[in-house]
C-alpha cells in the first residue's frame, strides 16, 4: 500500500504563493508519476500538474507559467509552487501517484484564495 500525505494549503490573497506540498511513503516503485489535481466548489477534478521519476513535468494550460511541480526523489516528494494565485484557483489539491497501472490519492488539502 501507499500513503499519501498533503501539506502546505490554506488561506492566501490574490496574487499571492503559496507551497504544497506531498510525501510518499509504503510500497513505492523507483519508477512512477507523482501529481496534483484539484477539485474546486461545484466543479470536477482536474489535472494540475505531474512529474515522472525522471524529472519531466507536464501541466495543465491553464497553469503553465504560474505553477511549478518539483520532486525530490530521495524524500519521495512532490512540491507544487504556485504563484500569481486567482480567486478561480480555490480548490481543494490532491496529490496523486501512479504506479505500476494503480493510482493512489491523498487526502486533499484546501486552498482557498480570497482577499
Known amino acids: 500500500q501507499v500513503q499519501l500525505v498533503e501539506s502546505g494549503g490554506g488561506l492566501v490573497q490574490p496574487g499571492g504563493s503559496l507551497r504544497l506540498s506531498c510525501a510518499a511513503s509504503g510500497r513505492l516503485f523507483s519508477i512512477n508519476v507523482m501529481g496534483w489535481y484539484r477539485q474546486g466548489p461545484g466543479k470536477e477534478r482536474e489535472l494540475v500538474a505531474k512529474?515522472?521519476?525522471?524529472?519531466?513535468?507536464n501541466y495543465a494550460d491553464s497553469m503553465k507559467g504560474r505553477f511549478t511541480i518539483s520532486r525530490d526523489n530521495a524524500k519521495n516528494t512532490v512540491y507544487l509552487q504556485m504563484n500569481s494565485l486567482k480567486p478561480e484557483d480555490t480548490a481543494v489539491y490532491y496529490c496523486?501517484?501512479?504506479?505500476?497501472?494503480?493510482?493512489?490519492w491523498g487526502q486533499g488539502t484546501q486552498v482557498t484564495v480570497s482577499s
Open positions: 512529474i515522472t521519476s525522471g524529472g519531466r513535468g
Open positions: 496523486n501517484l501512479q504506479q505500476a497501472r494503480v493510482q493512489y
